[in-house]
């Protein structure tokens, strides 16, 4: 079984930045395509953005477009999502995920995903 573990901080002001990891175990990590979601009070679950297998291709949600950058490290099995220029409606809880079907591309709904971090709340203050 895969396990992710998510992990950064907690709370950064508006307009500031913030780095969130997702460390995964397995061996078969670079096989995987992966992916961040979010979840904000009282909100569905949304999509933030989704990386390929070997990180050539990556793949935003128009509402942290030019915002957010996705990245993973393979010889690491981490994950990462820079955001930047960060807003209160940034915050919620972000959660990294791993499809194992090994598709050939970014997928971008929860529906495709086999694996879940516990998540990790983000609050930006205003």
């Known amino acids: 079984q895969v396990q992710l573990v998510e992990s950064g901080v907690g709370l950064v002001q508006a307009g500031g930045s913030l780095r969130l990891s997702c460390a995964a175990s397995?061996?078969?990590?670079?096989?995987?395509?992966m992916g961040w979601f979010r979840q904000a009070p009282g909100k569905e679950l949304e999509f933030v953005a989704a990386?390929?297998?070997?990180?050539?291709?990556?793949y935003y949600a128009g509402s942290v477009k030019g915002r957010v950058t996705i990245s993973r490290d393979n010889a690491k099995n981490t994950l990462y999502l820079q955001m930047n220029s960060l807003t209160p409606a940034d915050t919620a809880v972000y959660y990294c995920?791993?499809?194992?079907?090994?598709?050939?591309?970014?997928?971008?709904?929860?529906?495709?995903?086999?694996?879940w971090g516990q998540g990790t709340q983000v609050t930006v203050s205003s």
């Open positions: 397995g061996r078969a990590f670079s096989s995987y395509a």
């Open positions: 995920a791993a499809d194992n079907s090994l598709r050939m591309g970014t997928p971008r709904t929860v529906y495709e995903y086999d694996y």
């Open positions: 990386i390929n297998w070997s990180g050539a291709v990556t």
